[in-house]
């Protein structure tokens, strides 16, 4: 991105007023720009922008060399004196109801003369911090006129005094000045190839390139994290409901950490360090202190088969390991490294309470830009390696997925700007930490934004869940539709009201247990999309944003049966799922993502990090999906065989092989078994075998155990077919077997 020049026109305003603003927004905003090239240097050119601000024209006219003509809303002008001034004074062009006819002709009359003319096609500033629907008239207007579209996409000033971040504008703490703004020109669309479809698709990525500037994405995780606890000591960070309540602030935490991250930097030699624990303050402590003395934290998954544990044992080269001795005698099957230390005498033997005491000392009187130096954290972390997570492949072996500080800096940030985790929130944590959503968004998030989190060891345990939700009054919180179901028996409407938002993901969203949450408990469920490579969240759902002025149109943050709107700095793309080629997004393909939180290769493993990523660095998901006219996104399916049960990915194709090996079957002859995921009103969708041989389920689950495969993994549906669909290539039929699943289960 190439900075700014200072001698660009103040655009239209006159000369004696434009030069003095020009200057003092230079103050006020700090602008890069990229495609700069693409804007046509003479004749008349339609620039369509998102609109994220009061400010955006300031903005985009500082990144314009040209003067540029802007497109306002007439509604409120004619609401607002002072909107009548800037109005014209600008010369701005009013469009609306009672203005269509005189805002169209004016417009027209600009382009055709060789002006520079920008609409905000949104029809408003945007109240949730995502590109809105695009409203039709600027593809018109360009035909009309004879003139290229070029897309315009800005990313930095969402969060300001002049957005509606936080609900409200101006009514809210300046940003320190200058505020980094970047704007990424697009290349200009001809009338003729004009669509609402590549026009969005145009913006989105135009978005994201300029999201890719921010300064935050280079900086350090762990540095960021002290900096943010330490500006917060007395506050109650983490209410730990492990055993007794215990709360433990944002200095205690540090403290802790700090101490134990020189322990840990001086006794363990290793890159990688393994942890086992629980949602809770033991959890957060262990992996902010790992990060801090310079080394990876692995959050390992304890509840997989030994094989499995093994494997990310192995490709993570972890060789020690931090958990407690209680967790050691509850999962004996466990491959615990020699080198296993618990986290109690870790404590001990990084000083005990005389030297938390010192850093809590440190961390109260020192100001907070002092304590990363005192724990020798760089500044810059950028690409670097900062998290290992672990998802299953194809194959059954996990894929080990390297998260960068840019990473899950980026999805803190993405997350950050919605509305669904403000730091006045209360957060019930119950997600394990392995779990990518548990990782980023109830552990490094809570430590990144200040919300308040409420840790409960299991999602299982729904008892102990909605004990904590009453007991803490929490706000909010983010678990998958098979650990919320139980809540419909258990939970009394009473002890979920302090409640105002369930987040989902991980599985499908039943239409009837959403609408049995808002019969019962009077709460809406927003369901969302994430995966482990992206961080993991990528879509929201969120509450329809309120209208805070009496000039604001409706606008809507949520649609039913969908994930919500993409993040703001991602992209997406549909693409053929046999041919490869780039559909439209409003098609059905496969759903491909790029971004600043979306990792850059699985651990050790080229062949399938290769597979995984299209030219031009877009990850390709494996999910079917499309997006409506406004942006919503609807997964339709899954191309790779896998079913997510228990918010868990089993993949079918090992379950079929392991039952292949435990029978003796000649894989050579005839296929014999198919596993097929067909849906299931509790979990989302259950495995299904189909098979030609006489065996029981209880045959399945003995064999299935035997073979070290985890109890979620194993069929409880054994159907009995004549044949297994094939295709001529001797390949399963995959259609075909899942619609003989369905039509057979049922009498199974």
Not at 88 to 116: D, F, K, N
Not at 257 to 274: M, Q
Not at 649 to 674: I, R, Y
Request: glycine share 8%.
């Amino acid at each position: 991105m190439a900075k700014l020049s200072r001698t660009r026109s103040a655009g239209l305003l006159p000369r004696w007023l434009g030069r003095p603003l020009s200057w003092i927004a230079r103050l006020l905003y700090n602008v890069s720009t990229s495609g700069l090239e693409n804007l046509p240097e003479r004749g008349g050119v339609l620039l369509v922008a998102n609109h994220m601000s009061y400010v955006d024209g300031v903005v985009l006219q500082l990144a314009c060399p040209r003067p540029v003509r802007f497109v306002g809303d007439d509604d409120y002008r004619r609401s607002h004196w002072f909107a009548r001034r800037i109005f014209r004074l600008t010369g701005t062009i009013p469009l609306g109801p009672r203005s269509t006819l005189s805002g169209t002709r004016r417009i027209l009359a600009a382009l055709q003369a060789g002006e520079v003319v920008c609409m905000f096609p949104e029809g408003g500033i945007s109240r949730t911090g995502q590109l809105m629907d695009l409203r039709p008239g600027y593809d018109w207007l360009a035909h009309r006129a004879g003139v290229p579209v070029l897309p315009v996409g800005h990313d930095g000033l969402w969060g300001s005094v002049f957005s509606f971040a936080g609900k409200k504008y101006l009514w809210k703490s300046p940003r320190l000045m200058p505020t980094s703004v970047f704007v990424a020109f697009g290349q200009p669309i001809p009338p003729e190839k004009l669509d609402a479809t590549n026009v969005r698709q145009a913006l989105l990525d135009l978005i994201q390139q300029a999201f890719e500037g921010r300064p935050l994405l280079r900086r350090n995780l762990a540095r960021e994290a002290v900096r943010a606890l330490a500006k917060r000591p007395w506050r109650v960070e983490i209410v730990d409901r492990t055993s007794d309540r215990r709360e433990v602030r944002a200095g205690q935490l540090l403290a802790v950490a700090a101490a134990l991250s020189r322990h840990i930097r001086k006794t363990i030699p290793d890159r990688r360090v393994g942890i086992v624990l629980p949602p809770g303050a033991g959890a957060t402590i262990a992996n902010l202190a790992v990060a801090c003395a310079g080394k990876i934290p692995v959050n390992l998954n304890f509840t997989v088969g030994r094989a499995a544990q093994e494997a990310c044992l192995r490709i993570g080269e972890v060789r020690t390991v931090i958990s407690a001795e209680i967790l050691k005698t509850k999962f004996s099957d466990f491959p615990w490294p020699a080198d296993t230390r618990d986290m109690t005498s870790l404590v001990a033997a990084a000083g005990g309470k005389p030297a938390i005491i010192r850093w809590l000392v440190a961390v109260w009187l020192l100001p907070n830009q002092w304590l990363p130096a005192l724990l020798g954290l760089p500044k810059v972390g950028d690409r670097e390696e900062v998290s290992l997570l672990f998802t299953s492949g194809s194959s059954g072996e996990p894929k080990g997925v390297p998260l960068t500080h840019r990473n899950i800096l980026a999805n803190c940030s993405q997350i950050s700007s919605l509305a669904i985790l403000p730091d006045s929130a209360t957060l019930i944590a119950c997600l394990p930490v392995f779990h990518s959503f548990g990782c980023t968004v109830t552990l490094w998030y809570p430590m990144l934004r200040g919300c308040r989190v409420v840790t409960v060891p299991s999602p299982l345990d729904s008892r102990k869940i909605i004990d904590a939700i009453r007991d803490e009054r929490a706000s909010v919180m983010i678990s998958t539709p098979t650990f919320m179901r139980p809540f419909l028996k258990k939970a009394e409407p009473a002890e979920l009201k302090t409640m105002e938002l369930l987040v989902t993901g991980s599985e499908k969203l039943p239409m009837e247990l959403y609408e049995a949450f808002r019969e019962r408990f009077n709460i809406e469920i927003m369901q969302g999309y994430g995966i482990t490579e992206a961080s993991p969240v990528t879509n929201i759902n969120q509450p329809n944003p309120p209208i805070v002025t009496r000039s604001a149109k409706v606008q809507v943050g949520k649609s039913t049966g969908s994930v919500g709107r993409l993040l703001p700095g991602l992209s997406a793309r549909i693409v053929h799922p046999e041919t490869g080629e780039i559909l439209p997004l409003t098609s059905t393909g496969i759903l491909c993502l790029r971004g600043s939180n979306i990792f850059g290769q699985y651990l050790c493993d080229e062949e399938k990090t290769k597979a995984a990523f299209l030219p031009g660095g877009w990850f390709y998901t494996g999910d079917l999906a499309r997006f409506d006219s406004a942006g919503f996104l609807y997964i339709e399916g899954r191309l790779s065989r896998f079913s997510k049960i228990g918010g868990e990915m089993v993949p079918h194709g090992t379950v079929e092989q392991c039952l292949n090996d435990a029978f003796a079957w000649d894989p050579s002859e005839a296929p014999k078994v198919a596993v097929v995921g067909v849906p299931d009103a509790t979990k989302g969708e259950q495995l299904v075998v189909l098979t030609t041989e006489k065996i029981t389920p209880s045959d399945v689950r003995e064999r299935l155990l035997a073979a070290g495969l985890p109890a979620l993994w194993v069929p409880k549906v054994v159907c009995h077919v004549a044949h297994i669909p094939v295709l001529g290539s001797g390949k399963l039929d995959l259609r075909a077997c899942k619609l003989l699943a369905i039509g057979v289960a049922d009498s199974c």
